[in-house]
């Protein structure tokens, strides 16, 4: 009884986390310290978790969260201690505590990020933020659409990081894109895709159970999240090229998932 009341509070949890994760997000364009980083970090991966469960069901969605951090902290160890996905690279102490030799906040972007991908790909897609029927090659374009979503994030994320933040030390530094290199993006391409297409895998044949009913207002918590991504990269990217490159990157997949949403919201209400 507890754990279900639990559950029917998800929908207001999420919204509280959101609005917690604004303010640290106001918080870090005034003073963007590793406190501030760690804070924002944490509440935009409880938020997401808690909109995963609350869309998806509890199970499925601590599944999602296992791949996507497990993965996502093997791509990231294996990057700074090997070179492989992103290049070679060293994390500096910005980010706080690590876990070897990747900062903990670090996997638990990887969920965040790949599971506003996954609503966003599905609202651009199937204007419902959950997969319809696919085979095993729509699964896996589905599944690259989420990744290029997650890696135009990237695009402005990660010159801030490294010019400004100074969060890890690239050892190349003539990088194709503001000092990062291109196999750079193609890691962040294919590790996205690797996490979300083993979970669309993992989670057939199975139809999603909403732990309460979901409206679509909930659907656009994580598109909510996705838009702070926008607004913080067009007032804090840096290089300065970046503020301008954000909207188009981000915006306009969320442009279109927000047109999948209304169509959706209209066929909920009608």
């Not at 406190?35 to 909109?51: D, G």
């Amino acid at each position: 009884m507890r754990a279900q009341t639990l559950l029917q509070r998800l929908p207001a949890a999420s919204f509280l986390l959101l609005a917690a994760f604004g303010l640290a997000m106001i918080a870090r364009v005034y003073n963007d310290t590793t406190a501030a980083l760690i804070t924002a970090s944490v509440l935009m991966f409880a938020c997401c978790w808690a909109n995963a469960t609350h869309l998806l069901g509890a199970r499925p969605a601590f599944r999602f969260v296992l791949l996507a951090v497990g993965m996502g902290w093997f791509a990231e160890q294996m990057g700074t201690s090997h070179g492989w996905f992103f290049g070679h690279y060293t994390y500096t102490d910005v980010l706080g505590p690590r876990l070897g030799d990747v900062p903990i906040v670090i996997p638990l972007m990887w969920f965040a990020l790949t599971y506003m991908g996954y609503v966003i790909t599905n609202l651009i897609v199937w204007q419902a933020p959950v997969d319809g029927t696919t085979g095993l090659g729509h699964a896996a374009g589905l599944s690259f659409l989420a990744a290029m979503v997650v890696t135009a994030f990237d695009l402005g994320a990660d010159p801030y990081f490294v010019y400004t933040l100074k969060a890890w030390i690239m050892a190349k530094t003539d990088g194709a894109w503001f000092g990062e290199t291109v196999q750079g993006f193609v890691g962040w391409v294919f590790v996205a895709f690797v996490i979300l297409l083993t979970f669309r895998l993992t989670a057939r044949p199975q139809a999603p159970r909403p732990a309460a009913p979901f409206l679509p207002r909930h659907a656009l918590v994580p598109l909510a999240l996705y838009g702070a991504g926008i607004v913080f990269q067009m007032v804090m990217g840096n290089p300065v090229e970046i503020r301008t490159i954000a909207p188009f990157a981000m915006g306009i997949p969320l442009l279109c998932a927000l047109a999948g949403w209304q169509r959706w919201s209209k066929e909920t209400a009608a």
